[in-house]
């Protein structure tokens, strides 16, 4: 390839890029002026600077301004930069912003988090046998002995952004929606997961059969879509206890609505109900942003060396024997 014919075949390719990016807009366009529950086909981003729980500095305030919004996200950036400007890295630490996909703008409905209600914005407190049951797992995880004993995603079973419900990460914060006439189905860029959620009006599945992510059933209501989640693993613990956020069992179960805010945001309303998690039910909402970017596979377990590492790490920083 000459040097003077270079510029002309990378226009070209980006040319035709955004040709086929155009086309596919304009052809799902087209199908969701004929079906209104196809404007939900596509991807969506979670990312956001708003936190699941709200800080206490914020005492009681539920909403922010839009100014405030602009200045939450803006110190939430730079809090998340690192290493910090000017300081150098040290350690091996892990990773670090360039591969965090940490959001950087609120929320767009300027919640001061992602938890609505109780109306402190805050998760409510474990029961007792939920709080033992945390206690036992973290002290677990902190002195490995087994793959088994490293958390749920680690172990890449379960992952808290594949939900229910769909809680934003750190990084990997794509998800493709495709709708059909009978089914919903939920593609998750983390740990390359996928959620089917039936609307055709079956029932649930029988109690006895459980699933990592439960069971799933829909209805629209008008264009709002309505998810139902019962039957979930019970047992292991934590659900998303890498770093021991959430405690779930088999009694969780969740109400999902999913509604469009605008032509571009995607507006996710949960509420979790776990009696014998939780000492009361509780509520949350974010929005997600619909992105032109692409979901590449997420090989998470096959041929996962790290977590022998892991496990070596843990008995490197044991005592030595004397």
């Not at 991807?43 to 009681?60: C, M």
């Not at 409510?124 to 995880?141: N, V």
Request: negative net charge; proline residues 7%.
């Amino acid at each position: 390839m000459t040097r003077s014919s270079q510029p002309r075949r990378f226009f070209s390719f980006a040319a035709t890029v955004v040709a086929l990016v155009a086309g596919s807009t304009l052809v799902i366009g087209q199908r969701a002026a004929r079906d209104p529950h196809l404007a939900f086909e596509g991807i969506w981003n979670s990312a956001t600077a708003t936190p699941i729980e709200r800080p206490a500095a914020l005492g009681d305030k539920a909403v922010f301004t839009e100014a405030e919004a602009a200045e939450f996200a803006r110190q939430a950036v730079a809090r998340n930069e690192d290493p910090a400007p000017g300081e150098p890295r040290t350690g091996t630490g892990t990773y670090n912003s360039f591969y965090r996909e940490f959001g950087t703008q609120t929320v767009k409905t300027r919640r001061t988090s992602i938890v609505i209600d109780p109306p402190d914005g805050r998760i409510p407190a474990l029961t007792p046998a939920a709080a033992e049951l945390r206690r036992r797992r973290l002290a677990a995880m902190r002195a490995q002995e087994n793959p088994e004993e490293l958390g749920l995603q680690d172990q890449c079973a379960a992952f808290l952004t594949v939900g229910p419900p769909m809680l934003p990460y750190t990084y990997n914060s794509n998800y493709q929606f495709i709708v059909t006439k009978d089914a919903v189905l939920i593609h998750a860029e983390m740990i390359h997961d996928a959620r089917i959620i039936h609307t055709d009006g079956r029932p649930h599945l029988p109690s006895h059969v459980r699933q990592w992510m439960g069971d799933s059933v829909g209805r629209w209501e008008g264009n709002t879509l309505v998810v139902d989640t019962t039957n979930f693993v019970g047992g292991s613990g934590f659900y998303g206890d890498a770093g021991g956020n959430f405690a779930f069992d088999e009694n969780l179960h969740v109400v999902e609505r999913f509604s469009l805010f605008d032509a571009d945001t995607l507006l996710y309303q949960f509420e979790i109900d776990d009696p014998t998690a939780y000492t009361r039910p509780w509520k949350g909402e974010l929005t997600m942003s619909r992105s032109n970017e692409r979901i590449y596979e997420f090989a998470c377990h096959e041929a996962n060396y790290s977590l022998e590492n892991m496990l070596r790490g843990t008995r490197a920083t044991e005592p030595k024997p004397r």
